[in-house]
């Protein structure tokens, strides 16, 4: 059999994916085609600097989001609409997952079998299977449904929640979202409420009431643009970053 190059084994990956994969998945999944491809104690930066150069050269690949690649002739998927309720949701999650790991948190989200976009599920980018056992069974039980989580990294020490993110598509589930983040309130969480523009005056309004007041300064309320426009910014700064340090 015809040895075949990193280039190669990257591309049957991303093929194997209909095109598109992460980061864990090309590790996961390189050596069914380039058998010594962790040989080297540092083989995950040697795969990462081959992507990079083919990328830098207009060549096979191309960045589609923060630790997600493509074939360079794949054709992406346009985003989602905030009229599609159940694709924004998922979507705003993937880019909560996706924005987490590249600040360097373990990220957790309960619905992994939703799709973030271009055939990569939440799950796909989740680096938690389940909530690190931080604090009591029965807090943990509910705090498992809201949308995102970052925990500190393991390695850290012990793990506990840094931010939480609920993605609110209709005014009558901000309370259910509010209460899920206020069982978190004895640890130093930060809470983010994301939803449509016209949705920020009812947070508000919600926010400086009781049992909410006291712990107002620890909500920000962002909007659907504010935050694509934040994770594209990152994607092409990473892009810049790459270009600079792989020149």
């Known amino acids: 059999m015809k040895k075949i190059t990193k280039v190669e084994a990257i591309r049957k990956v991303l093929e194997e994916f209909n095109g598109v994969a992460t980061w864990e998945q090309i590790y996961d999944n390189i050596e069914k085609y380039y058998p010594h491809a ?4 540092a083989w995950k930066a ?3 600097g081959v992507l990079y150069r083919e990328i830098k ?4 690949f191309k960045r589609i989001g923060l630790g997600i690649y493509a074939l360079k002739d794949y054709k992406e998927e346009p985003k989602p609409s905030p009229k599609e309720v159940q694709r924004i949701h998922s979507y705003m999650e993937g880019i909560c997952l996706e924005i987490g790991k590249f600040k360097g948190f373990d990220v957790y989200t309960p619905d992994k079998t939703a799709l973030f976009k271009d055939n990569v599920y939440l799950g796909d980018i989740a680096t938690l299977e389940e909530i690190p056992p931080f604090t009591y069974t029965e807090i943990i039980k509910r705090v498992k ?4 989580i970052w925990f500190n990294r393991k390695e850290e020490g012990f793990q506990f929640p840094q931010r939480a993110f609920e993605i609110v598509n209709s005014p009558s589930t901000l309370t259910e979202a509010l209460n899920r983040c206020l069982l978190l309130f004895n640890f130093q969480t930060k809470f983010t409420i994301i939803g449509p523009k016209k949705y920020k005056n009812k947070f508000l309004s919600t926010i400086n009431k ?8 620890r909500f920000t309320y962002k909007d659907y643009d504010l935050v694509i426009q934040m994770y594209e910014s990152l994607i092409g700064y990473n892009k810049i970053e790459e270009e600079f340090f792989k020149s």
Not at 210 to 217: A, I, V
């Open 38 to 41: 962790k040989v080297s104690k």
């Open 210 to 217: 009781p049992p909410y007041l006291q712990f107002r300064e």
């Open 46 to 48: 040697g795969l990462r």
């Open 145 to 148: 449904r809201i949308d995102v």
């Open 57 to 60: 050269k207009g060549k096979n």
